[in-house]
C-alpha cells in the first residue's frame, strides 16, 4: 500500500520478530479510561487497535501545535480515522519509473493471474536508480478514509486530500523514520518503541530500499517468506494480511524492478485473488483491478492499474457486505499515487515529478 486518511498514525500490525519488541503497556491505563467497544463485527484486536489510535491522537489534539507521535509508515487496513483524529499522514516513496522501450503493453484478456503477469513484465522492465541510505524517498498522493464513532459505525470518508510524505532510507535502527507534509503542517512520523530501544530497523516494519532489495525474486519463495513475517489481524484471513502487506510494499516504497516484478507474480499465486474489468482510484482514474475479498472480516482490498500502461494508480478497501459499522460497498480507504522521486533531504522535492499515469 499502506495508504489514507487525514491523522499522522498508522495502523500497526506486529509482523514476526521483525515487528517483535513493540511496548504496549505504558497504554493500559489510559486505555481503561475508554468505555468499553459497542457490539459490532470487528474483531477484538481492531477494537485495540482502533482504541491505541484515539489516545495518540487525543495527545495530539491537546498540544498547541504537531508535536511527534508514534506513527506505522505502512497501512494495515482497514485503518481508520477516529473523529479526533488530526491531520497528517503519508503517502509513499519512490524515485520516479519508466518503462523501457516504446511498445505499450496489449490488454490482458484472461484472469488476475494474466494481469499480474503482465504487470509483472512492465513492472521488471522498468529503469530505476539505486536509492542510497542517506537518501529519502518521497511522495504526493491524495487521500481518504473513513472515520470510527465512538458507537462503532463508520463516518463516510471525506473528499480525498493532498499529501507529501519522505521515508527515511538510513537502514540503522531508528526512532523517527520519516515526516508528513499535509494541509500546510509538517509532521515527524515517529516510532514508540520500548525504554532504552535504540528505534525501528529495517525490515517488514520500515521496508527500505536495501531492505527489500534483499527479498526472494522467486514467487514461490518470495510468498513462502510473506507469509512467514505477516501475522494477520485476528478474525482476519491469513491470505488476505499476505495480500495486503504486498499492496502496502507495491504502493507505499521504492524498490528494486526484479522485486516489485517479483510482488506481483507472488500475489498471482494467493487464493481468491480476481480481476476486475473497471476499478477506480481516490483521483478518479479508472483502470484494471485486481481484488481479494476477506469474506470473515467482511471487506475487500482493490488494486487499480492504468489501463494503458499498466502502472499501479492507487487502492481501495471497502465494506462487502451489511455490517453494525456500516453498508456494502461503503469505502473504508483509497489512496492515488501521484508522484514518487528520491531526494536527499526531508521537505525536498524532486526536480521533474512525473505522474505515472
Do not use: C
Request: hydrophobic share 35%; net charge negative.
Amino acid at each position: 500500500m499502506n495508504a489514507t486518511g487525514n491523522g499522522p498514525d498508522r495502523a500497526p500490525r506486529h509482523h514476526g520478530a521483525e515487528g517483535a519488541g513493540r511496548e504496549e503497556t505504558d497504554r493500559d491505563p489510559l486505555l481503561r479510561l475508554l468505555p468499553p467497544p459497542p457490539e459490532r463485527d470487528l474483531s477484538a484486536e481492531r477494537h485495540f487497535h482502533h482504541k491505541d489510535r484515539l489516545m495518540h491522537l487525543i495527545d495530539n489534539d491537546r498540544a498547541r501545535e504537531p508535536r511527534p507521535s508514534r506513527s506505522r509508515p505502512f497501512l494495515r487496513r482497514p485503518a481508520l480515522w477516529t473523529p479526533l483524529a488530526a491531520t497528517a499522514l503519508a503517502g509513499v516513496l519512490a524515485v520516479t519509473l519508466t518503462t523501457t522501450g516504446d511498445d505499450r503493453p496489449t490488454p490482458p484478456g484472461g484472469g488476475a493471474a494474466v494481469l499480474l503477469q503482465q504487470v509483472a513484465e512492465v513492472a521488471a522492465r522498468t529503469e530505476a536508480t539505486a536509492v542510497r541510505d542517506d537518501q529519502y524517498v518521497y511522495v504526493k498522493s491524495l487521500s481518504a478514509g473513513a472515520e470510527l464513532e465512538e458507537d462503532g459505525t463508520y463516518r463516510a470518508a471525506g473528499e480525498p486530500a493532498e499529501r507529501e510524505v519522505w521515508w527515511s532510507q538510513d537502514p540503522a535502527p531508528a526512532k523517527t523514520v520519516g515526516l508528513i507534509h499535509e494541509n500546510g503542517s509538517y509532521f515527524p512520523v515517529n516510532e514508540l518503541v520500548p525504554p532504552g530501544s535504540e528505534g525501528v530497523p529495517a525490515g517488514l516494519d520500515r521496508p527500505t530500499y536495501t531492505w527489500l532489495s534483499t527479498l526472494p525474486t522467486d514467487p514461490d519463495r518470495l510468498l513462502e517468506r510473506l507469509y512467514d513475517l505477516t501475522d494477520p489481524d485476528d478474525g482476519q484471513e491469513k491470505a488476505q494480511a499476505v495480500f495486503d502487506t504486498i499492496g502496502d510494499l507495491l504502493s507505499e516504497t521504492y524498490m528494486p524492478p526484479r522485486n516489485a516484478a517479483a510482488l506481483y507474480r507472488a500475489a498471482a499465486k494467493i487464493p481468491g485473488v480476481t480481476r476486475e474489468t473497471d476499478a477506480e482510484d481516490a483521483a478518479g482514474r479508472h483502470g484494471y483491478g485486481i481484488r481479494r475479498t476477506d469474506t470473515r472480516a467482511a471487506t475487500a482490498t482493490e488494486w487499480v492499474f492504468a489501463p494503458d500502461t499498466l502502472i499501479y494508480l492507487g487502492e481501495r478497501t471497502y465494506l462487502t457486505r451489511d455490517t453494525t459499522s456500516g453498508k456494502a460497498g461503503q469505502t473504508l480507504e483509497e489512496n492515488a499515487v501521484l508522484t514518487r522521486g528520491v531526494v536527499d533531504a526531508y521537505r525536498a522535492r524532486p526536480d521533474s515529478p512525473t505522474d505515472p499515469a
